[in-house]
Nanobody, 123 residues
Framework: QVQLVESGGGLVQAGGSLRLSCAASGRTFSSYAMGWLRQAPGKEREFVAA????????YYSNSVKGRFTISRDNAKNTMYLQMNSLKPEDTAIYYC????????????????WGQGTQVTVSS
């Protein structure tokens, strides 16, 4: 099992950037593929990006591809999400989670969720 804590959210204007971090405790972080997911007000939680355990493979939703970059540093037990060219529709609570089963693109395959960090993009 792994415990996850997100940070780095905040308020930013459209076109701006933010970098989210997900700090993991426990010695098993490097054995998990990891993901970022988000939930906007009144909407279901959705997949944003995922990264394999080694960091060699990454996956993105179409809505963020080309704007967001997921990365990880297993030596620091930390995963990141660099978000550029932010849009008001990116406003949501962003969660990190460990990917345990199935498709990276489905939220059902994730567990050990963090508490989330709020990202608000003003127009």
């Amino acid at each position: 099992q792994v415990q996850l804590v997100e940070s780095g959210g905040g308020l930013v204007q459209a076109g701006g950037s933010l970098r989210l971090s997900c700090a993991a405790s426990g010695r098993t972080f490097s054995s998990y593929a990891m993901g970022w997911l988000r939930q906007a007000p009144g909407k279901e939680r959705e997949f944003v990006a995922a990264i394999s355990w080694s960091g060699g493979n990454t996956y993105y939703s179409n809505s963020v591809k080309g704007r967001f970059t997921i990365s990880r540093d297993n030596a620091k037990n930390t995963m990141y999400l660099q978000m550029n060219s932010l849009k008001p529709e990116d406003t949501a609570i962003y969660y990190c989670a460990a990917h345990l089963r199935g498709s990276y693109y489905s939220t059902l395959g994730y567990d050990y969720w963090g508490q989330g960090t709020q990202v608000t993009v003003s127009s």
